[in-house]
């Protein structure tokens, strides 16, 4: 198969959350497909699994969009929260780096500190008022 037919797949975490589920619906463009993955297929708690399955293939790009998102139980749960909120994306982070791919990591507004009047920008200060953010 040349590389002009291969399929590029794009790598889709949280497959059975909210964004994991729009996403696995969206249209792309042809020769492109989404390789979702839920957390029974991969444990965010596992730097080592993120590493082994960003080095299976040559993904076109890395979409993370898990989360622990049980906000008020990230507070009685803060190694589970951690280890999914900080250390998964910044595993991510850095097997991209590594294999050159490109990665989008999907965050929320809880890592502010919720005191600015206006729209939240890229480079604004975090300043997390709890675990989950």
């Not at 839920?38 to 399955?53: C, E, N, P, V, Y």
Request: charged share 20%; net charge negative; with cysteine.
């Amino acid at each position: 198969m040349s590389e002009n037919t291969m399929t590029r797949e794009f790598l889709v975490t949280g497959a059975s959350g909210q964004l994991g589920t729009e996403l696995r619906r969206a249209a792309l463009p042809a020769g492109y497909a989404i390789h979702a993955l839920d957390r029974a297929a991969l444990d965010l708690t596992d730097t080592a699994a993120i590493a082994a399955k960003l080095a299976e293939r040559p993904w076109a790009a890395v979409i993370n969009g898990a989360a622990y998102t049980a906000v008020d139980k990230a507070e009685s749960d803060q190694v589970t929260a951690w280890a999914v909120n900080t250390m998964a994306p910044a595993a991510f982070a850095r097997a991209c780096a590594v294999a050159g791919i490109p990665i989008v990591q999907v965050s929320t507004d809880y890592v502010f500190a919720g005191d600015k009047d206006g729209a939240w920008e890229v480079n604004d200060p975090i300043a997390p008022l709890g675990v989950y953010g």
